[in-house]
């Protein structure tokens, strides 16, 4: 007699939604995010009606993701709200955002 065996993928975490928001002021005239959740690609992000940008996406509840933002398509820049930060793997940090 065989065995039965379970083929189903684990349960995935629930999705929530996370707004990212640069403020104004760095001479931008265009921001991306990229980070983690997107295989670090980059996201465009909307601007808002006081010159910053914005963008909101869902990410898995309970998660520690690392992200930056894009600036003009060349310059990267962690996010100067961020509470926490952590290693990048080449001896430079990035923001977090827990879920």
Not at 20 to 32: D, K, S, Y
Not at 33 to 45: D, I, Q, T, Y
Request: aromatic fraction near 10%; charged fraction near 20%; hydrophobic fraction near 40%.
């Amino acid at each position: 007699m065989s065995a039965n065996r379970s083929t189903a993928a684990p349960p995935r975490a629930p999705i929530v939604p996370i707004a990212f928001n640069l403020p104004p002021g760095f001479g931008e005239r265009h921001a991306e995010l990229v980070g983690e959740f997107v295989a670090w690609s980059p996201l465009p992000m909307d601007r808002d009606a006081h010159g910053g940008f914005s963008i909101v996406i869902g990410l898995e509840q309970d998660r520690r993701w690392g992200y930056r933002f894009v600036l003009d398509g060349t310059v990267t820049l962690n996010d100067p709200e961020a509470t926490e930060y952590m290693a990048d793997g080449t001896g430079g940090h990035v923001s977090v955002v827990r879920t």
